[in-house]
């Protein structure tokens, strides 16, 4: 099984700051299988972006995905409040696992 | 609008057993893999079942196998998961997810709200 580990567990940031995420893999994600995902307190999971850089249907242009392998970075360039919530990645290469978490708060 | 709604939940007893159903609406269900995802209280997310378009392919997380059952009957646009032999660790929002992709390899595009599951005595 892979497993994924999400970097770092939380992101204190100020809105119109730009946040970072990591995802790491322990083996290598086939074709670049990677999806992100947002959820915000009480509510349910949205896509973000999947193929490891490819945006869902009307997710903003402030998030991106890149990476490939084992290494993969969710970024959010400018942080808007309704951004702040938790973030997830996802693998589906190799069966189909998430990672822990990570979450953004307004600093 | 795609909308997918999920049903079913409530409290149960260890060694119990529940159904959860998902309806669809909005898309051609049969063009497409059905998921659950489960999140337990104040943590994660963790896939539990996925079925492909056509109920051809099953997949089973190792913490259900043998004890969880997916189907889906595409004339009537609906998704289930019959639970059995339930833990305390089942305990969860059970989540119904439209999957995209193949053979397994899915990624989930559409979520519902979601049924709470818990298991106690």
């Known amino acids: 099984e892979i497993v994924l580990t999400q970097s770092p567990g939380t992101l204190s940031l100020s809105p119109g700051e730009r946040a970072t995420l990591s995802c790491r893999a322990s083996q290598s994600v086939s074709s670049d299988y990677l999806a992100w995902y947002q959820q915000n307190p009480g509510q349910t999971p949205r896509l973000l972006i999947y193929?490891?850089?490819s945006r869902a249907t009307g997710i903003p242009d402030r998030f991106s995905g890149s990476g490939s392998g084992t290494d993969f970075t969710l970024t959010i360039s400018r942080l808007e409040p309704e951004d702040f919530a938790i973030y997830y990645c996802?693998?589906?290469?190799?069966?189909?696992?998430f990672g822990p978490g990570t979450k953004v708060d307004i600093k | 609008e795609v909308q997918v709604v999920e049903s079913g939940g409530g409290l149960v007893k260890p060694g119990g057993s529940l159904r959860l159903s998902c309806a669809a609406s909005?898309?051609?269900?049969?063009?497409?893999?059905m998921n659950w995802v489960r999140q337990a209280p104040g943590k994660g997310l963790e896939w539990v079942s996925s079925?492909?378009?056509?109920?051809?392919?099953?997949y089973y997380a190792e913490s259900v196998k043998g004890r969880f059952t997916i189907s889906r009957d595409n004339a009537k646009d609906s998704l289930w998961l019959q639970m059995d032999s339930l833990r305390a660790e089942d305990t969860a929002v059970y989540y119904c997810?439209?999957?995209?992709?193949?053979?397994?390899?899915?990624?989930?595009?559409?979520w519902g709200q979601g049924t709470l599951v818990t298991v106690s005595s």
């Open positions: 909005g898309f051609t269900f049969s063009n497409y893999a």
């Open positions: 997810a439209r999957g995209s992709g193949s053979y397994g390899k899915y990624y989930f595009d559409y």
């Open positions: 079925i492909s378009s056509g109920a051809y392919h099953i």
């Open positions: 996802q693998q589906y290469g190799s069966s189909l696992t």
């Open positions: 193929g490891a850089s």
